[in-house]
């Protein structure tokens, strides 16, 4: 689905720890230096951890590791990136809510996903311990033909984020009442910490 050749596996021993790891390309035809590493740190006691930060949404499936390697071609301008796929809704059906997977909420709910795309694991930096991180995110932009405000239904946006062994949790408004309200009725209810947020606003 992405753009994905791999070109050796190999293992190295570092201190106690054995790692074993396969390099790729995104070119068959690759002339350049470029090359990328997916890294398994394997421990004494048998335990194996993904050591590379970058492919860690792999640990939610193939289709998380997909669309994470595809919306990186798509920032870095590579040319024919899936985007099919990147926009195709029910990939994002590992994204849980108490009201359903979100790929199927957003295509029965009548909405396009656009640009940016975002998925991608976030480790805490130890030099800031307050923010938020070991974390996987989701970030979507969608167009929605449903009734509603427009600064949710053109150009809304969808972020969801899960710590390890967490249930996903819904970050901005509109995830926030997906994750809430039945389908059809996203907008139809109010909270009063909500009224102003659907109240009229400038676009």
């Not at 201190?15 to 035809?29: A, C, I, L, M, Q």
């Not at 909500?194 to 400038?202: F, N, V, Y």
Request: charged share 30%; with cysteine; glycine share 8%.
């Amino acid at each position: 689905m992405a753009q994905f050749v791999p070109q050796m596996w190999g293992v190295a021993e570092l201190g106690e720890n054995d790692f074993v790891f396969v390099s790729w390309t995104r070119h068959r035809d690759n002339k350049s230096d470029e090359q990328y590493v997916i890294t398994w740190k394997i421990a004494p006691d048998g335990t194996i951890e993904l050591a590379s930060t970058y492919a860690k949404p792999m640990e939610l499936g193939w289709r998380a590791l997909a669309l994470s390697l595809i919306a990186r071609e798509v920032a870095d301008g590579e040319r024919d990136a899936n985007l099919r796929f990147l926009h195709d809704p029910t990939n994002f059906n590992f994204v849980t809510t108490s009201k359903g997977r979100l790929g199927d909420l957003l295509r029965q709910g009548g909405c396009t996903i656009i640009e940016p795309v975002g998925v991608d694991y976030l480790p805490k930096r130890d030099d800031k311990p307050t923010e938020k991180g070991d974390l996987w995110r989701v970030l979507l932009l969608v167009n929605c033909n449903i009734q509603g405000p427009r600064y949710f239904t053109h150009n809304g946006v969808i972020t969801f984020e899960k710590n390890e062994g967490q249930d996903w949790e819904p970050q901005s408004s509109f995830a926030k009442r997906i994750a809430k309200f039945p389908l059809g009725s996203w907008f139809q209810r109010t909270e009063p910490k909500a009224e102003e947020d659907l109240g009229e606003r400038k676009p």
